[in-house]
């Protein structure tokens, strides 16, 4: 590897830097003002793409090819910026008071829809854009060839990084947008008109991210795959860089890009006499850089404490134990469940659906002990799911454990990496501990998908099969309606315990809860150790009803799944996350049923859910009954 | 007030599980003996560009064999299910399909972590399973079961069919592209251990792994440039590809590099790089266009005629899985799983690409595919001077298979 090979490299990083950092800037301006998690950003970089690839040509055809590249690049950059106006007005606007998480919620409804309407619209197939008129050849450095479009990749952002610069620093729209990060009812308060000014800034994040989509045209072809790969890239350098800084956003995107051009760049390595492709560490470098960034620096590389957010809704109530009839139907709920597979003799499909609900219901709830009384919105809870199905898989396939011991193994495995990982994610807050979280699954995540030897690799482990007596469905119906009801009964004890109260105090207020003498970091860490545990055992579950495990089944998307739940159901409830697993899994499986764009209407009815309901179902049940006027 | 809460959200919850679970008891339909009910399942909206045409060529041929009397006199019903891309929801969804739908026999999948899952399932409960897309070594050998059968031929056979033209080309310094996970993986394994056994001063100076549909092709392309092999194995597919072969093309990566490619040639991954196509490279593939044989000539016209639109990779694919299970059905002489199973142990079929049978030793079916060379015609990518290459010639022999197949029977 000669020296200047590594150089052009890090000269081909800059290029694609230019591209991470246009979407991340975006979301970086968006969750800056409105402290909107935008997961449908993914989505505005897709469409300006797919807009750029359809609009260039029919412009092309009005003002001649070359300017209809560019000029179907603008165009699609406002399309996507109108789009986001539009989304901000006709939606998120109805959600600034619901809690933070529900906005999330109804951001990742929309890439789902977004999603089915660009397959609607473009069909199935890639669609590869033109090359970029003059600039489609190449020039000499180092011996080797650049690409005219990558030097101009590479100047475009940090062009547009000064332009939004100058923006901020320089135009009255700019103060207002920094007024409004620091202190939004401030600016209200002074009479600065809020709601047109939160439109505006979802349009020009919106439109950034179109934009930069757009610019792709002539280096990928536009595919329905884009929106997730983009969003997770986007929330790594927003996060890396401190969120809601731009310049740190642009550090962290070359970061970023040059940690994997180097990768790339390195191929295979000898170490140590073990030899090494390099180049399988792209698929995890930009987590890699985020963990190591987020454990030295909790704020990111320019971030500063997020001000403290100004509670919209009332302060939560205290959770209270059941009253008589409660448990009654509580009790009639377990029932039902436990009588299942004679249900299942007159409805033979009804047992195996509850089983996918038991284990939906343990896996939410353990997420829900961390999320609603501990405070800890974890992205990444599927990375314990993860250990405990690969800890029990692994202890079935190559160990040849008996059941309840390969069982009790991945239990082992789960709470080792949440006490692990824990120790490092206890200590942040809010957005930068759930990014963490996120970064240490897509660790454990890539570590499953590539250790081909122990975890079987992309494809996974299969026929984990339980032993006798677990090995007919009702056999494992039973045990796991067991295990998940000591689960969900051991959790909700710790939540009405001292170690629950203290949990509880530590998420209102930390720094009284440590005046009273809680040691707030280690009861918060046991938490998380505990939660995983539990965690662990639904995922053992999930690996013996299904015989097999892979990689996908603990990706981002089972933690965004574990989040739905528990908000469908309700945070602010200890019922709520069972009632949101239980809800999801079936309107997974009966939408999935029923029509080929089940994504968009999964997402639909998660938008109506969000918006009849901003507090879940459980809780959104409890608010109407309490005040029958209706109003939250 | 909590109470109520928690009342009311047990209440809501109990309601939704009893509604769910009373509505298919309703739903159920009149148990009428007569049709064969085929359970299919298939990543639909994860991999929607390979599938949609695979299911059109599904219904084409269940259409076909209804309008002749179907298999015996009974008609063949098609009961088609997304498997949600995942292998969790593809059991769960294997599981409805035999449970409640009272399926025959299971078909289908795609990718094949996804095809091993259904593979173990159906070996668990004993029901017959065609898996129809997934190209994993594992699902007939490694993990092969009794219970399984493939079609489409497998990462090996694709990769063997490629080796006489890697060999014939007698390049010393190889490099390999492939995307990180274990159909590029073993594809690269495979390709390296047989070329090093028919060619042993070769040398491998490259390898990148990229991860999939996430390749930064620039740096890529300029790495495999910067090892100066004078010819590259590709096993990229698909938008990996389309940006690879573009950033390629832009840098010069690849000039005078002589390159072989798995899948490259059908029109599912070639037809989108339109007058990009890489002209030279020696691929495997459809080219619908040049196949002469009168049982293709006869599937193309009744394709075009039924969805005025040229016939995919995966249309073939889908027709021929229908009818090799009528061809099972036929010959087990109805639909008991056992019988089935026999049946389709070196069970003959005549499908699009001419006869092939089901090999009894590790149920892996003889369907091969065609190797060629791209070029551009009217900007559009095709194969030219294409051969077909029978799987049975690529295969081990049955001798060695067993000792591949250590699990299975």
Not at chain 2, 53 to 73: C, S, T, W
Request: proline content about 6%; glycine content about 12%.
């Amino acid at each position: 590897m000669s020296l200047d090979a590594l150089l052009f490299q890090a000269v081909n990083g800059l290029a694609s830097a230019s591209g991470l950092f246009l979407v991340a800037a975006g979301l970086s301006i968006i969750f800056g003002v409105t402290r909107i998690v935008n997961m449908a950003h993914g989505s505005f970089y897709m469409l300006g793409l797919y807009l750029a690839v359809t609009l260039a040509p029919k412009i092309g055809t009005w003002i001649g090819g070359p300017f209809g590249f560019w000029a179907g690049i603008l165009a699609a950059a406002l399309v996507v910026a109108a789009l986001g106006a539009l989304i901000e007005m006709t939606l998120l606007r109805r959600l600034y008071g619901a809690p933070e998480l529900y906005q999330l919620l109804a951001t990742f409804a929309l890439l789902l829809v977004i999603n089915d309407a660009a397959l609607f619209l473009w069909g199935p197939e890639d669609i590869l854009g033109p090359r970029a008129p003059g600039l489609s050849g190449s020039v000499m450095l180092l011996g080797r060839r650049l690409p005219e479009y990558d030097i101009f990749l590479a100047l475009i952002g940090p062009a547009v990084l000064i332009g939004l610069h100058l923006l901020l620093a320089r135009t009255r729209f700019g103060r207002l947008i920094r007024a409004a990060t620091q202190d939004r009812e401030m600016v209200a308060a002074l009479g600065i008109n809020e709601a047109l000014l939160f439109t505006m800034v979802f349009a020009l994040g919106a439109g950034i991210a179109g934009l930069g989509g757009a610019l792709q045209m002539a280096r990928e072809p536009a595919s329905l795959t884009l929106d997730l790969s983009v969003l997770g890239d986007a929330f790594v350098v927003v996060v890396v860089g401190g969120m809601g800084s731009i310049r740190g956003a642009y550090l962290a995107a070359v970061l970023v890009a040059e940690a994997k051009a180097l990768c790339t760049a390195l191929g295979v390595v000898d170490i140590f006499g073990f030899t090494f492709n390099m180049s399988r560490l792209t698929l995890v470098a930009e987590f890699l850089v985020m963990a190591l960034v987020l454990i030295v620096r909790p704020h990111g590389l320019f971030g500063r404490p997020q001000p403290p957010a100004a509670r919209g809704g009332p302060a939560e109530p205290p959770l209270r134990p059941f009253s008589a009839p409660a448990r009654l139907l509580a009790l009639a709920a377990v029932a039902l469940f436990a009588a299942m597979p004679l249900i299942g003799t007159l409805v033979s499909y009804a047992p195996v659906l509850a089983l996918d609900m038991l284990v939906a219901a343990l896996f939410a709830a353990s997420l829900h002990f961390i999320m609603g009384p501990g405070g800890m919105a974890s992205f990444g809870h599927a990375a314990y799911f993860g250990l405990g199905a690969y800890g029990t898989a692994y202890a079935v396939t190559a160990l040849s454990l008996p059941t309840p011991l390969a069982f009790a193994t991945g239990i082992g495995v789960a709470a080792f990496g949440a006490v692990l990982f824990g120790w490092f994610c206890v200590r942040l807050e809010g957005v930068y501990f759930a990014m963490l979280t996120l970064a240490f699954a897509q660790i454990v995540w890539s570590v499953a998908f590539q250790w081909e030897e122990v975890t079987g690799g992309s494809n996974g482990l299969f026929d984990v099969w339980p032993e006798w007596p677990f090995d007919s469905r009702t056999g494992l119906y039973l045990a796991a309606f067991v295990v998940t009801l000591a689960g969900l009964l051991l959790l909700r004890r710790l939540v009405f315990a001292p170690f629950g109260m203290a949990l509880r105090a530590a998420r209102d207020s930390r720094l009284r809860a440590e005046a009273s003498g809680i040691p707030v970091a280690r009861v918060r860490w046991l938490a998380f150790a505990l939660a995983g545990a539990v965690c662990g055992a639904a995922g053992g579950l999930f690996a013996f009803a299904k015989g097999s495990i892979s990689p996908e089944a603990i990706s981002v998307g089972r933690s965004i799944d574990g989040l739905v739940m528990v908000l469908i159901g309700g945070v602010q409830s200890l019922i709520g996350p069972v009632v949101g697993a239980g809800a999801f899994t079936l309107l997974q499986d009966s939408v999935m049923r029923e029509t080929d764009y089940w994504r968009a209407l999964l997402g639909l009815i998660i938008l109506a859910v969000v918006l009849l309901f901003p507090f879940g179902i459980a809780g959104g049940l409890s608010r109407g009954l309490r005040r029958p006027g209706g109003a939250r | 007030m909590g109470y109520s809460s928690c009342l009311r959200a047990a209440l809501t919850g109990a309601a939704m599980t009893v509604a769910a679970l009373a509505l298919p008891a309703f739903t159920l339909p009149a148990p009428a003996a007569e049709p064969i009910r085929i359970g299919e399942l298939n990543s639909y909206k994860a991999q929607p560009a390979f599938l949609d045409p695979y299911r059109k060529g599904m219904q084409l041929a269940v259409k076909e064999i209804n309008d002749a009397g179907g298999v015996d006199g009974r008609p063949l019903e098609l009961i088609s299910r997304d498997d949600g891309g995942n292998p969790g929801d593809a059991i769960r969804v294997a599981e409805d399909l035999v449970t409640r739908e009272k399926v025959d026999l299971l078909a289908g999948t795609f990718l094949s972590h996804i095809g091993l899952a259904v593979s173990g399932f159906a070996g668990k409960r004993k029901v017959f399973f065609l898996a129809a897309e997934p190209l994993t070594d594992k699902l007939t050998w490694s993990d092969g079961n009794r219970y399984t059968f493939r079609l489409r031929p497998s990462t090996y056979m694709q990769v063997a069919m490629l080796l006489p033209a890697a060999k014939a080309a007698q390049r010393k310094r190889w490099a390999i592209v492939y995307p990180n996970y274990e159909y590029g993986q073993s594809a690269a394994a495979t390709f390296k251990k047989l070329l090093k056994d028919a060619q042993p001063d070769v040398e491998f100076v490259e390898e990148q792994a990229t991860p999939l549909g996430k390749i930064d092709a620039g740096p890529v392309a300029q790495a495999i440039a910067d090892a100066k092999p004078d010819a590259v194995f590709n096993v990229l597919f698909g938008p990996d590809l389309a940006k690879f072969v573009r950033e390629a093309d832009t840098r010069g990566a690849l000039e005078g590099t002589y390159v072989v490619s798995l899948l490259s040639g059908e029109p599912e991954y070639l037809d989108p790089l339109k007058d990009e196509a890489p002209a030279g490279w020696v691929v495997t593939g459809y080219p619908w266009y040049a196949i002469t044989t009168p049982e293709h000539m006869a599937f193309l016209s009744a394709y075009q005629k039924a969805y005025g639109d040229y016939p995919r990779l995966g249309s073939v694919v889908g027709y021929t899985t229908i009818k090799s299970i009528a061809a099972g059905l036929k010959k087990a002489g109805g639909t008991d799983t056992e019988k089935l199973v026999d049946a389709f142990r070196g069970l003959e079929v005549v499908g699009p690409f001419g006869p092939f049978s089901y090999r009894a030793s590790d149920h892996q079916a003889t369907m091969g595919a065609y190797v060629g060379i791209l070029a551009l015609k009217d900007g559009q990518g095709i194969m030219v001077q294409p051969s077909y290459v029978d799987g049975a010639s690529v295969l081990p022999s049955d001798a060695e298979v067993k000792a591949l197949r250590p699990a299975a029977d």
